[in-house]
């Protein structure tokens, strides 16, 4: 009896050992458009990655042959894309849910290792030089270096502070903080509050602010909407409009919600469409980080993009923060006086 057992328990390993081998990797028979629609990164930058994460994705392992880097890399991306359910997404690669869970937690841990060499504000004064310029083009606004607003990401109703991130349209979610350049490439990004925190407060907190408030960036402002608190370095709309200077801002600032919409568009899991991530919020707030660090990668690759969201359409919220300080109004009403009050006049 006890060499047919053997005989059987030999043979289970050899199959394990051979489904192990024998996986597919998409890489090998996909073609390069193919590849990008399904995993939305192209063939270069998907082996740069495995490259880039070989030490921390390779799992030596004496009980069977362990997932490749390359797969991991792929499911990773599979899930990112579509934000499919984990035992979808395994189905696809002929790997186990709790494999495809492990993979992209480490994937993402991973991503979110480089995210400060891929998501960096600019402070040299050559590299504010140059976003205020692309800005200018778009819309005559000067001086401008980044466009910031929010966005939500919906997520599992958390088992902690539950209350906290329910959003105004009554689903759990993040609060995620995004600065974007005229590329639509994210500068920073603060993906780790509740949806029941203020915008304002979410600023005030960060360290980009306090990046300007101890003058390490002396140079040009960013444009926010009216849920941010007016500053030097911070303009807001204004509630009565007389000349172009809203108009000009609407344009100028509505780069950073076809940014996120970019990214949601790219990436799935994010977006409403792709449903709820199955994560606890901080697990949320990291897998946010790590697609933005990949939206990034696409645009610096010049990856061809989605249809920008047809729900980005550059509205003005209501001016429901009153942190208006007087440097700010001096510094917004010497702007629309000097370059948009001229802008009326020349078209008369």
Request: proline residues 5%.
């Amino acid at each position: 009896m006890a060499a047919p057992m053997l005989l059987a328990r030999r043979n289970r390993r050899i199959r394990r050992e051979i489904l192990f081998r024998d996986i597919d990797n998409p890489l090998d028979y996909l073609d390069d458009d193919a590849i990008i629609r399904r995993y939305r990164l192209s063939r270069p930058i998907i082996h740069d990655l495995c490259e880039q994460f070989q030490n921390e994705l390779q799992r030596p392992t004496m009980r069977s042959h362990a997932l490749p880097v390359s797969l991991q890399v792929m499911v990773a991306l599979r899930f990112y894309a579509t934000g499919s359910f984990q035992a979808v997404v395994g189905d696809v690669h002929n790997i186990s849910r709790p494999s495809v869970f492990k993979v992209v937690k480490d994937m993402t841990q991973c991503l979110v290792n480089v995210a400060n060499i891929h998501i960096r504000m600019p402070i040299t004064s050559n590299e504010l030089a140059k976003n205020m310029n692309d800005f200018s083009l778009i819309a005559n606004m000067p001086n401008t270096i980044g466009c910031i607003d929010e966005t939500h990401i919906r997520i599992k109703s958390p088992s902690v502070d539950e209350h906290l991130y329910i959003n105004r349209k009554n689903y759990h979610s993040i609060n995620v903080q995004g600065v974007c350049d005229a590329n639509l490439k994210f500068i920073n990004i603060v993906a780790k509050w509740p949806d029941g925190t203020h915008d304002a407060f979410i600023w005030s907190n960060s360290a980009l602010n306090h990046l300007f408030e101890t003058g390490r960036i002396a140079e040009g402002w960013l444009l926010g909407d009216s849920g941010y608190p007016l500053r030097p370095w911070l303009l807001t709309p204004v509630n009565n409009p007389s000349t172009n200077y809203n108009t000009s801002h609407i344009r100028t600032r509505n780069f950073v919600e076809r940014s996120f919409g970019v990214l949601k568009s790219h990436f799935r899991c994010l977006d409403t469409s792709g449903g709820s991530l199955l994560h606890s919020p901080r697990k949320a707030c990291e897998i946010t980080v790590a697609c933005a660090v990949l939206h990034n990668m696409c645009i610096s690759r010049r990856i061809p993009l989605p249809d920008p969201d047809p729900r980005d359409t550059g509205r003005i919220r209501g001016n429901d923060y009153a942190g208006t300080v007087n440097d700010g109004t001096r510094i917004r009403s010497r702007l629309i006086t000097g370059r948009f009050s001229m802008c009326m006049i020349n078209q008369l």
